[in-house]
Each structure stands twice: as structure tokens, then as C-alpha cells.
């Protein structure tokens, strides 16, 4: 009885200081679990100041094995990384691109195409047969996917034959159309980019040109250059032989989302590549590189690729 008398009177301080001790607690797991969140918040902070501190871009681009190169934004129409952009060198079979818009310009599609013996005496060989015949569009798809100098050369020397009345060929369009594209680093004097001999290359251009050739096609040309981003790919000829063409730029299924592909090398050129590839939220982006060696073309254009995506990852 004398305990539940004192617990009776003092009922409202027991319940007060019961209370009290419950909102001290709940105060203490709420402070808790504040500072606990503010460490995690600061150890994240830290770890991206960590990360952005981490990519030198001055120095991975110094391991870039090309004398020159140019990453360009298409849809913002600015360079994100370049160097040496507007050297002019030798261009190799990039200059199948240009090629390829000029003939499809002036030529139907559907205009049928014979192989001849000159074609194939062209150095290199893709499979193609002496009077073989393909429709001009996918004569065009196979040769700048598998960058055939054959395929190229007759598919000239049909548009030579079809301009003969207006006394132009292939290489006087092609120069032609460099001129109202303004890209005043480059020159055509045949339509493969070829070395003419050891000394002169079949063309020349410059990272920065290129880019901006990769911009008119990616804009006004998507169907030229949609074969040239995938791996492989069939066709039948019109004579119903069949060709499996296979890519020459063989990092291609390591590029993301990449849209368009094309690879350059002879003996004065060096190791050439140029594509383009969506960098997120249809951002196009073209990345040229010239002057490099056969296998490192390839490395430093996977380089550049990754460095794109964190630059650009930065800015949002």
C-alpha cells in the first residue's frame, strides 16, 4: 500500500520524467542517424572530388599515338578535344566518304554497276568477279564498310562515264563539293586516297575537315553511312552472288551507340580512323584521328571515346 500511495501522488512526474527519457531517446536516434547520413553525404562528396581530381585529361591525351585529332560536339557544333586539327596529312580510304556523297548526288540508285578487269587490277582485293554485276547503292554499302578499292573504282568509273557529257569526273565533283562545304584543308587527286606513288598520297585533309564532312553526312546522308556502323553484313550482288562483308574498323562493337565508321591506312597516311557515336540523348559526336599506326588508330579512338563521355558527363 505505501508504494502504490507514492506512485498514486507522484503519478504525473513518473509519467513527465517517462516521457522525458522517450524524447531524450528518440532525439539521440535522430542525431544519430543525422550525423551517420552527413558521414555518407561527405564520404560520397569525397569520393567524386576524388574521381574528377583522378582524370588528367592533358595527360591521357598525350598518350594519343596520332599526329592529329579533333572530338567534335555536331550538335553544338564546337570541338571538345583536338590537337594539331588543321594539319593537313594524307586521308586514305576516309576519302571513300566523300566519294560515295558525290555519287550518290548525281547517280540513281538502283544504277547498276559492272565489275570490269581494271577494277580489280586496283590494289587490294574484296571478292569482287570480273563482269559481276551490283546495284549502285549496295556496291557503295559494301565498299565503305570493307573499304574495297575495287568496289570504289567502279562505281567512278560509272559516274565518269554518266558526267562525260559535262566534261567532269569523280575527283573534279569531289573538289568541287569541298569547296562549298569550305573545307579548305583538303584536296582529292583520285577517289580511293590511294598513295599515288611514294611520295604523294591520293588525298589530303585534316582532322577538323573530316569532322565537319562527318557532319554534313550525319545530317543530310544517314543511309550512306548506316552500313559502316555495323559489325558484318550480307549482300547479293545482281549476278546473285553472295559477300559477307565484314567491317574494317574492327573496335567497332566496342564504340557505344556509335552511328558511322571509317578506317584509312597506306603507306604514306599511316594508321587513319573517323566516326561517330552518340554520346547520350542524340548528342552526336565525331572523333577523327590521322597519322597514327595501324593498331593504335584503333586504341585511341576507344581513348577518346571514354574521355568524351566523362567530359561531357562533367558539364551536366
Known sequence: MFFKDI???NKNSIIGGLFLIFSLFLFLLANDIKIKKEEESNKLFKEQEISR????????LKTIEAKSFCVYDILGEEIIFARDEHQTLPLASITKLISGMVVIDVMPENTIVTITKEDISVEGDSGLYVGEKWRLKDLL??????SSNDGMHAVSSVLNNYQNINEKDTVKI??????????????FINETGLDV???ISGAYSSAYDVSILLKKLVRDYPTLIYDTSLDTKEFISESN?????????VSVNNIPNIIASKTGFTDLAGGNLAIVFDAGFMRPVSIVVLGSSREGRFSDVLTLVNLTLEKLTEKF
Open 7 to 9: 506512485i498514486n501522488k
Open 53 to 60: 581530381k583522378v582524370i588528367d585529361y592533358e595527360s591521357i
Open 141 to 146: 554499302d559494301f565498299s565503305l564498310m570493307t
Open 174 to 187: 569531289m573538289n568541287e563539293r569541298i569547296n562549298l562545304l569550305g573545307l579548305k584543308d583538303t584536296i
Open 197 to 199: 606513288d611514294e611520295t
Open 241 to 249: 552472288l553472295r559477300h559477307i562483308a565484314s567491317n574494317t574498323n
